[in-house]
T-cell receptor, first 114, second 112 residues
Framework: AQSVTQLDSQVPVFEEAPVELRCNYS??????LFWYVQYPNQGLQLLLK??????LVKGINGFEAEFNKSQTSFHLRKPSVHISDTAEYFC????????????FGTGTKLQVIP | NAGVTQTPKFQVLKTGQSMTLQCAQD?????MSWYRQDPGMGLRLIHY???????DQGEVPNGYNVSRSTTEDFPLRLLSAAPSQTSVYFC???????????FGPGTRLTVL
């Protein structure tokens, strides 16, 4: 079985400051890792994904994440946040074969303060 | 392309009533899934399908039925609604062999 832990339920940060949203996972098999973003009253949208290869993954809107296999982490970072980044962010993990059942974390609400 | 569409956007039911949440995708994706989202719990998989005629249970299937008669459609049926089914429901689709899921806008369901 796989699981995802997002330790921070809410992260307030001032506009133009850097931010890191933490994600740790557990799995006994090879995994794919994702970050999704959910703006208010909308569905989820893929921010970035790690399937294989380079452990530093760049996504949309200036976000990036680094896969660290030894620490089983996939933290999301942005060097300078904007008001428009205010949203809820979900880390997710899936098996790398067949139908990839996706397990989601509980989400981190990013609040950007003007 | 409309992507993944869901109807209705909002629904209020009384305990014991039944209803069907509709989901359709126009991307010819093989895989489709239903999730429910509850505060502080992330998204939990209810049922999924890997192709027309093939469905399976997810993490929280009790009280829900699904069928997949076509590639495009994947309706979710609530057999006898309970207040514990008050939630936001999301449908998602993905291409076989690809990892990215595409989500619909969601249906907000309240059961009184």
């Amino acid at each position: 079985a796989q699981s995802v832990t997002q330790l921070d339920s809410q992260v307030p940060v001032f506009e133009e400051a850097p931010v890191e949203l933490r994600c740790n996972y557990s799995s006994s098999v090879s995994v794919y890792l994702f970050w999704y973003v959910q703006y208010p009253n909308q569905g989820l949208q893929l921010l970035l994904k790690y399937l294989s290869g380079s452990t530093l993954v760049k996504g949309i809107n200036g976000f990036e994440a680094e896969f660290n296999k030894s620490q089983t982490s996939f933290h999301l970072r942005k060097p300078s946040v904007h008001i428009s980044d205010t949203a809820e962010y979900f880390c997710a993990v899936s098996d790398s074969g067949g139908y990839q059942k996706v397990t989601f974390g509980t989400g981190t609400k990013l609040q950007v303060i003007p | 392309n409309a992507g993944v569409t869901q109807t209705p956007k909002f629904q209020v039911l009384k305990t014991g009533q039944s209803m069907t949440l509709q989901c359709a995708q126009d991307m010819n994706h093989e895989y489709m899934s239903w999730y429910r989202q509850d505060p502080g719990m992330g998204l939990r998989l209810i049922h999924y399908s890997v192709g027309a005629g093939i469905t399976d249970q997810g993490e929280v299937p009790n009280g829900y039925n699904v069928s997949r008669s076509t590639t495009e459609d994947f309706p979710l049926r609530l057999l006898s609604a309970a207040p514990s089914q008050t939630s936001v429901y999301f449908c998602a689709s993905s291409r076989q062999g690809a990892a990215e899921q595409f989500f619909g806008p969601g249906t907000r369901l309240t059961v009184l």
